[in-house]
């Protein structure tokens, strides 16, 4: 097993990782704001090549979630599904376009049960990707807001709350 994988099979740790990550972007928010984020783009993106690409085969989307989906990369399905497997996941939990993978849906399950603040957060409808935020930092993204775009007639999900399940 790769050390990465090994790590991803430990999301509590991943996101107790997310969690220390995001508090201190936001506690730099304002600094980060006034430097412009625009001119800290290629420094942000950079780090995120070189750590989510090997540990998560990030893509660049622009918009993570994985701390919503048990800190797997949904856009590394073959279809790029954000909200759950398609109706041909196998049955030995394998991927119908690419039989030697395991549905990243799947595992995605299976990881979220084993994650502490965000694991409910699986249940979550996600809005469509915005292709506009291809190869850029997700970081910024989410500090600068530019991730927050929905589509006309999209509920956004603060106003359906989180779904309990148990």
């Not at 506690?27 to 625009?38: A, D, K, T």
């Not at 398609?86 to 990243?104: F, L, S």
Request: aromatic share 6%; hydrophobic share 35%.
């Amino acid at each position: 097993m790769s050390s990465a994988r090994w790590l991803q099979d430990r999301p509590g740790v991943l996101d107790a990782a997310y969690r220390a990550t995001h508090t201190v972007l936001q506690s730099v928010e304002p600094l980060l704001r006034r430097l412009g984020f625009e001119r800290l783009g290629g420094l942000f993106e950079t780090g995120e090549r070189w750590s989510k690409g090997p540990l998560f085969d990030c893509q660049m989307c622009g918009q993570c979630i994985l701390h919503s989906t048990g800190m797997t990369c949904p856009m590394t399905c073959p279809k790029n599904l954000r909200n759950g497997p398609c109706g041909g996941v196998r049955a030995n939990g394998h991927c119908e376009v690419k039989p030697e993978m395991p549905c990243v849906w799947v595992l995605a399950w299976e990881r979220a049960a084993k994650m502490g603040d965000h694991g409910n957060e699986i249940h979550l409808i996600q809005p469509p990707v915005d292709r506009r935020l291809q190869d850029t930092s997700s970081w910024l993204n989410t500090l600068s807001e530019r991730d927050q775009f929905r589509p006309a007639g999209w509920i956004s999900v603060d106003d359906i709350g989180v779904v309990q399940h148990g």
